[in-house]
């Protein structure tokens, strides 16, 4: 397999993907159906938007938020049966209770640590050590600008955090369980090493007070954008925003059975984070996963990190400690 030439990069050697916009398959159908599927992205964002922005103070808060985000991905879960991406990603009944035991995860033990020893933490304990007044005037900003700021924020330290995950073994080790996954779903986010995703949850945000709206309107801007990551939706994806944002299609790549291009496509949110870097490759995979898509169990999931851990640190120090040769005279 040649691959084609991305950049200095050769994309597509080891497994067949998709490059280019222009060679992605369409939603087909009649008019109705091909405007829903083109504008459902943006209208949902303007619409999250809008609320956050003007929404009482009575409803305006975190229970509401995770209200509308369990509500979105129900729907979202059953447009995946309407319109599927790959009728090979269609979710069985297995995938469904193998990834709701993820969630219940993400929910709790994650979220838990995140709250008492992750970026929230961190960043109170910081910010008691010094003066931080001067950065007031941050956050005087409109609502909305102080909404972006914690939202971009967020997705440049998750970048450099991602991008680490693929570069540094001991990262990479936690982060590798995530890319065993062999298709794209509503709750596939969550599937991975809790260690993997404490890390990649990690943010500076909480280093300023913003104001607790801006602070959801910001999350919101995040499900409306980054929950499409994982996803088996057939979009026509407008140029504005598969230019601005990360989409089902460049994620999919990322998690592709092709090395250089799992090498790509770091962002959450924000695509154009990569193209800042170079990092960002536009199209898209349908076979996914690593060892020729091997499916990992859960218990393997769980300990891989560890396993593997210990048999490199293992092999290293007996490479160490192994005597050299001395040859015969």
């Known amino acids: ?8 990069r050769v994309i597509g050697a080891d497994a067949p993907v998709t490059i280019g916009w222009e060679n992605l398959p369409k939603v ?34 975190a229970s509401t938020a995770i209200g ?5 991905k129900i729907f979202l879960l059953g447009l995946e049966w309407v319109n599927p991406r790959h009728s090979s990603w269609r979710l069985t009944w297995k995938e469904l209770v193998t990834d709701l035991f993820y969630v219940g995860i993400s929910y709790t033990l994650v979220k838990y640590a ?59 080790l936690t982060h590798s369980v995530h890319h065993y996954i062999t298709q794209l779903n509503i709750n596939k986010g969550a599937v991975g090493n809790p260690v993997e995703l404490f890390l990649i949850g990690l943010g500076i945000g909480g280093f300023f007070d913003f104001l607790p709206r801006a602070a959801l309107l910001a999350g919101s801007i995040g499900l409306a954008v ?4 994982h996803i088996n939706v057939r979009f026509n994806t407008p140029r504005w925003w598969r230019f ?11 998690h592709s059975q092709d090395y250089e291009a799992t090498r790509s496509n770091y962002s959450g949110t ?18 996914l996963g ?5 499916r990992m169990s859960i218990r393997e999931q769980m300990t891989y990190p560890f396993t593997e851990g210990y048999k490199s640190t293992k092999a290293f120090i007996q490479r160490r400690l192994q005597p050299v040769a001395v040859p015969a005279e």
Not at 41 to 53: D, E, G, N
Not at 68 to 72: K, L, P, Q, R, T
Not at 270 to 279: A, H, L, N, Q, V
Not at 290 to 294: D, F, I, K, L
């Open 28 to 61: 087909e159908g009649g008019p109705v159906k091909r405007m829903f599927f083109t504008y459902f992205q943006p209208a949902v964002l303007f619409a999250l938007i809008a609320f956050w922005m003007y929404a009482p103070d009575s409803i305006a808060k």
């Open 244 to 254: 601005l944002f990360n989409t089902t299609e460049h994620h999919s790549l990322h």
């Open 114 to 172: 995140g709250k008492h020893i992750g970026s929230d933490a961190i960043a109170e304990a910081v910010r008691q050590l010094g003066d931080w007044e001067k950065l007031t005037w941050f956050t005087g900003m409109p609502l909305l600008v102080q909404a972006f700021a914690i939202s971009f924020m967020f997705d440049f330290g998750q970048y450099w955090m991602h991008r680490g995950m693929h570069n540094w073994y001991p990262l990479w």
């Open 290 to 294: 690593m060892e020729g898509g091997r």
């Open 226 to 229: 980054g929950t499409y990551q």
């Open 1 to 8: 397999m040649n691959g084609v030439r991305v950049g200095k």
């Open 270 to 287: 924000y695509i154009i984070i990569d193209r800042m870097f170079g990092t960002c490759v536009d199209g898209e995979a349908e076979l």
């Open 68 to 72: 509308i985000g369990v509500g979105f």
